[in-house]
Structure formats: C-alpha cells, structure tokens
C-alpha cells in the first residue's frame, strides 16, 4: 500500500537566479531542466499535453562498429595513406561511418504527459534553483511540482488543487514504423531514431502504474516505470527509468519510493541541495552573468556525481523529438568533457568531478587495449570520440583519434590532484594515469637527427576539417601543447613522488621537443606556415595559454607579447565562425591576460546570444545580431560549464602556485564577492571588495603547507606557513 502521509505542498526558496516564465516551453530543447547524473528529465508542452521528456545517462546502443576493426584499423595503415596522398580509403573507413551509421549513440527514454484540454494553458512556470525544483502554476489554482530526487534514481510529481480527473500516460518513442517522410538527417540535426531497427516495445497500464520495457540493440534493455496515488484535489506520483546496465529496476523502484512518500524524499533531496549550494558563492554586479553563472552551477549539480558516468554532450538531457541527440549524444574529448569540468576545480566541487575521473580511470583497459591495437604501442591513448564504455566512435580521425588527446584528459587528473594536495590520490590514480600517457607519448614520436622529438604527422582541432590537408608534416602547437604539458606534469608528479628516475627521464623528454611556433607578429600559429588568418571555433592553437598556462603572463614579457598578440589575432579575424563555447573559451584566455572588462563583455555575449530560454547553450548565434554566421541550435553543455569556469577565473587565479583574488574583473564592479572559491594546494578562498576596494580576504587551508597570496594592498607576494584547518585572515 503505498503511502499517502506528507501530501503538504513542498516548500521552496526563490533566488533572483530562477528560471520564470509566463508558459511551458514549446520545444524540448528549451524545456526546464531536472537531473541527478544519473537520470533527467525537460518539462515542456507538446501539443495538448505538460511533457516531460526523461533520460537517463547509460541508455545507449552499444552495437560495435564493423569498420574500426580488422588489419587496418592501424595509424600505420592512416600514415601510409597520408604519404601516398590517397586519403579516401581513410575517410570511407574511419570518418564516414560516424555520419552514416545510426549507432553506437545515446538513445532517449520515453516521456510522462499529462494532458491539459481540461487543465487549460498554465499561467506561469518556475525553476527553483536552490531546491531543484519546478513549479508550474494555472490561473484557477491548480499546481504542479515536480522534482528528480537528488540520489535516487526516480522522480517525482505532485498536483494539487486539481479537479480534474488528471492520470499520467508514458508515451514511447517511435522505434518501429514505415520509414516514409524524413528518416535522414546528419549527425547535428540528429539521425532518426527507427534507424536503429528495433522492435516498437511494449508499455504496460496496470491499474495506477505503468511499465514500458524497451529491447535495444543485443541484450540491452530499458524500462520506464510510473506509479501515481490520489488524495482529494491532490495527484501525486513517481516515474523511473532504469537499464539492463544497472542492478536496479525502474517498477521496484517505483514501488520504494511511494512507500518512502513525497515528503521524505524531498526532505533527502533539498538536503543534498543545500550542501551543494553550500561548497561556494560568487556575488557578481552585473544581473545577467549572475543568473547565467548560477544556473550554470545548478546545471553542473544536476548532471555530475562521484559515481556517475562523466558529462556526455547533452547529459541526461537527450532529444526528445524522434531523432538522436546532436552528435549522438556521445563523449566527446577532443574538447567537449574537458570543458565541461573546468568550474569543479575552483568552484570547489571536485567530489562532482570524480565522476570525470573514476569513469576515466574504470577504463583504463579499454583504452589500453584501443592504444595496442590502433597506435601499436604500449601505455594508453583514450578515443577523442568514444561511447559510453570508452571505445572508439571514428569520425574525422584527426580528433576523435587523436595521438593527443590522453594528454588533455590527464590534465584533469594534474588538476584534482593540484586542487585537492590529496597525496593518496596522486599516489594511487594520477600519477599512475598520466604516466601511462607518457608511456604511449614517448612511443608515438621519435627524435630526429637534429634531436628534436616529433611526431611524424600531427593535426590540430578542427582544423582543416577531415581532409588530407588537415594533417601536418609539422608538430601543430595543439599536440605540441598537450605533449610539453603532459612530460613536464608527469616529472612534477614524480619527483612529488620522490620517483627521481622516472622524473628526470620525462624532464628529459620535455626538453627533446621543438619550441612553439609564432607568426610574424609574435602570435601563436596551428603549425609552421598555417597561421591563424581566418576565424575558428576551437582555439586549439593556443591551449599553451588556456587551460595548460605553459604560455603565461607570470612568466614574463616573452611570453606576455605572445599572449596578447594571440588574443589580437582571434579578435582581429572577428567571430563569424564561433560558436558559443568559443566566446567562454575566450573569457577565460582574457581572464588569464587580466583583461577583466573583455572576459565580461564575451561573457555577455554568450549569455545574450548563444543560449535559448533556459538558458541551454545552443552554439550557433540565437540573436540575429551577427556575433557569429552560424545560427543553428544544437545544444550541448560545454559552453556552459566553461562560462562558469570564466567567471571563476576573473574572481580568483592560483594556477602559478600563487593565490591572486579578483585578478580580472571589470574597473566598474566596485561591489563584488565570493565564497570558498578553491585554490592550488588545497585553500579555500573568500572575499570581498566594496567601493572598489578589497576590505577582506579570509583562506582556510585544508591540508596545511606553504601558502603564497598577493596582497590587494600592497602588492606584494606574502609566504605563510600553515597548519591543517587554519585560518588565515586579512582585513584593509
């Protein structure tokens, strides 16, 4: 019997950041959006009905793909085809099929509707940030609340004033029918979903309870289950979506939470929420980039956990309008995972970024297997493109299998391990990982007769697109960046490690590469004879600068004439073909050059232009104001993530071991703050700055050590020694 105790209205706090408006969403892209990593749901309107579109982050087809197989599923196979200068058999083997084939790709769940012709039209619709929550209100007084539970995998909804006879339907995708009308379609518009061949599966109604059980590819399954009660003018219910991946069973777990009841698990779920929101605060001047930053944040809570698979493209937020997500839906590292983790670090959510690492870390064999069978080497190599489970997707080679990319994702775990000053964590994962990319790098590339190590073909995001051209008789600054970033972390982690051997052998092969290459006017360039002369999206060139600081201002005046010369250039070549992600991508390269007011104005841009109503970013230019010539809308997340991480960037700098509070804002925000930003070496930072002066600055060290912080009042590079938990304060 399930129970019916605590049916009281769930109680919630507004914030200036919420997402308000005056109606349901009329597309999913635009729906409000609830997850837990693990499950998620959009609440939109579809014809007559409140939609809400679920997901959840291991529903995918899995099938292998026939063509990365057999005896030249080889770079040698690539390279002898590169020097030939007959590039087709490439593409027609390891590019086409990743546009062509339906999977492997994420798939979506299904959708709960409830229908409205008598209910009529809402009058207004909230996302509550600080409860994740939304609320969506009728004229009459009719209510909807609803929530995905912050740790388990169900969510939940609750009407009340309700006199109509109201029931919840699950409406199935269509996986099975005739094949008339528009069954095309590209990787970006998304390749529809009867592609897949399966049969149509079955939904089930049962009284107050529906089940659908949907065959996949092979033995994958998945079940969407919804169980709902009515008490007077109230309806309250719960839905769960599970697969044959997980122990769990989305009809038991259903049938658990109604006896746990609404109230309880809420009670669970704001708990969860207020220590989220808890772990740090920025309190910015400016309206716009606050709401964007908060809701950022909110998305990052709704789509990370320690235990979860890491962020894909659209998380647990899948299309939902018969067709695969953009790009389906997979793992994209070549830039779009690293992205979106930026703001765990100083954001001071690194239990969230485990989620990044633990997936990365669980397949490691997988990856190993890819690098002896691919690459022929040992240590490990990761797809730029990959699945779920880590195996390679294909697509344009030069960065879904990048020689590189292993290098960029190590980086994260250089960063958890910098963030945290966790010794265990740097003994047991990070460095293990990282030297398992030194291993395949050292092996990879060769030293030539003037003693300079290379690589004998190399490329550079997404340059060049798919073509022959697009690989580059010289090292790319891209690969260049990510090897020097990756031999000089690994001798760092293992001289920590008192490794003294290991960490001269990779200092070593550091010193064996090649310098980075500039153009006449001192600016970074892809490679030697390709500078940067027309506008790009993906600023792979200058990755020395953002996010691996090889290229720093601290450095010095040669490396700040290349900085600025850099930032000249992409602004001289203007935005026509950026998208979204590349305006935050720029804000945290401004950020890093202390160039506060030009982070803020990009930042704006992006807020204002490249994200749809709740506020998704959309990467093409949504405006109609010219701040990019691409204007179509599929949405992924990584645009996002690094909007937060700019901003976070412009309140607080620790990357070269020195802690620098409001390093990159704006001379106009005379009133700002912030709370428990996290620095290098384990330091929680608060601060504050009225009337345009800094008045306090309070740091906790976690782990004790060396504290070094620039002082906003004299300048000067202060040294403190500190204890594990103490408290160190300054006041002006």
């Known amino acids: 019997m399930a129970c019916t105790s605590g049916l009281e209205n769930l109680p919630t706090k507004t914030s200036k950041s919420d997402l308000v408006f005056d109606s349901l969403a009329q597309t999913w892209d635009e729906g409000v959006p609830l997850g837990n ?41 690539v390279k002898e085809h590169i020097r030939t200068k007959d590039y087709l058999p490439v593409q027609k083997k390891l590019d086409h099929p990743y546009d062509m084939e339906p999977a492997p790709a994420k798939i979506p769940g299904a959708a709960l509707e409830f229908s409205l012709k008598e209910l009529g039209n809402p009058s207004s619709v909230r996302l509550y940030l600080n409860d994740a929550l939304c609320e969506v209100k009728w004229p009459e007084g009719t209510r909807l609340q609803t929530f995905v539970h912050a740790s388990e995998p169900v969510g939940w909804f609750v009407f009340d004033q309700l006199d109509e006879n109201l029931i919840p339907d699950i409406i199935a995708p269509t996986y099975a ?16 979903l009867k592609r897949l061949g399966y049969s149509q599966g079955k939904v089930i109604r049962d009284g107050n309870k529906i089940v659908y059980h949907q065959k996949g590819f092979g033995d994958f399954y998945y079940e969407v289950a919804v169980s709902w009660m009515k008490s007077g003018k109230k309806l309250y219910g719960t839905w769960s979506v599970t697969t044959s991946l997980c122990p769990e069973k989305a009809e038991e777990e259903v049938e658990e939470a109604m006896k746990r009841g609404v109230a309880n698990d809420y009670e669970d779920h704001t708990a969860y929420w207020d220590t989220f929101w808890k772990q740090s605060s920025v309190s910015l001047p400016d309206s716009l980039l606050q709401k964007q930053y908060d809701n950022e944040m909110y998305k990052l809570g709704s789509a990370s956990r320690e235990n979860s698979y890491p962020i894909s493209l659209q998380a647990v937020w899948t299309a939902d309008n018969g067709k695969l997500p953009p790009w389906k839906g997979d793992y994209h590292h070549d830039l779009n995972t690293q992205l979106s983790y930026w703001p765990v670090y100083t954001g001071n959510h690194l239990s969230e970024g485990l989620g990044y690492l633990n997936t990365l870390w669980n397949q490691r064999d ?12 040992e240590g490990m190599n990761v ?11 294909g697509g344009w080679i030069q960065y879904s299998m990048s020689q590189t990319i292993g290098a960029w994702l190590a980086q994260h775990f250089y960063l958890h391990w910098q ?6 964590f740097l003994r047991e994962k990070a460095y293990p990982f990282v030297r398992d990319v030194a291993v395949y790098l050292e092996q990879i590339s060769f030293v030539d007769q003037a003693g300079v190590r290379r690589l004998e073909f190399s490329s550079s995001p997404e340059i060049y697109d798919n073509s022959l051209n697009a690989w580059f008789k010289d090292m790319t600054n891209y690969d260049l960046s990510l090897m020097r970033f990756l031999f000089r972390a690994a001798s760092e982690m293992a001289t920590s490690l008192k490794l003294g051997e290991e960490a001269a052998h990779w200092a070593q092969l550091e010193s064996q590469l090649p310098a980075f290459d500039l153009d006449k006017e001192g600016a970074l360039t892809f490679a030697k004879g390709h500078p940067y002369n027309e506008s790009h999206r993906h600023f792979s060139h200058a990755l020395a600068i953002h996010p691996l600081g090889l290229i720093d201002w601290s450095n010095g005046e040669k490396d700040q004439q290349i900085i600025l010369a850099t930032l000249k250039k992409m602004k001289d070549y203007g935005p026509d073909y950026w998208t979204g992600y ?12 202390f160039k506060g007011e030009e982070a803020a104005e990009a930042l704006r841009v992006f807020a204002s ?27 992924t997340l990584e645009g996002n993530f690094a909007f937060a991480a700019a901003v976070q960037e412009m309140l607080l700098q620790s990357h070269t071991g020195v802690v620098r509070v409001f390093p990159a804002i704006p001379e106009e925000w005379k009133d700002v703050a912030f709370t428990d930003l996290r620095a290098r070496g384990g330091f929680l930072v608060s601060a504050e700055r009225k009337g345009g002066k800094v008045v306090q600055v309070k740091i906790v060290s976690e782990k004790g050590g060396t504290l070094h912080f620039l002082s906003p009042d004299t300048g000067e590079v202060l040294e403190v020694n500190t204890k594990p938990g103490e408290v160190v304060s300054y006041k002006y």
Not at 366 to 377: A, G, I, L
Request: glycine share 10%; net charge negative; with cysteine.
């Open 609 to 635: 232009c490249f994200c749809l109503k709740n506020l998704f970013h959309a990467n093409g230019d949504q405006s109609g104001t010219g701040k990019s010539l691409f204007t179509y809308r599929p949405f």
């Open 37 to 77: 990593a693990t499950i998620g749901a959009l609440v939109w309107k579809k014809g007559d009905a409140l939609r809400l579109s679920l997901d959840r982050i291991d529903l995918w087809d899995l099938r292998p793909s026939d063509s990365l197989s057999g005896a030249n599923f080889r770079f040698a196979w």
């Open 582 to 593: 590349t305006y935050a991508w720029y804000a945290n390269m401004l950020a890093r050059a």
């Open 177 to 192: 029918d005739t094949l008339s009308g528009d069954s095309g379609g590209g990787p970006v518009e998304g390749l529809d």
């Open 419 to 424: 963030y945290s000053a966790d010794e265990d």
């Open 366 to 377: 997988v990856y190993k297997q890819y690098t002896r069978q691919y690459f022929e080497t």
């Open 383 to 393: 797809p730029g493109v990959c699945t779920l489970t880590g195996e390679p997707m």
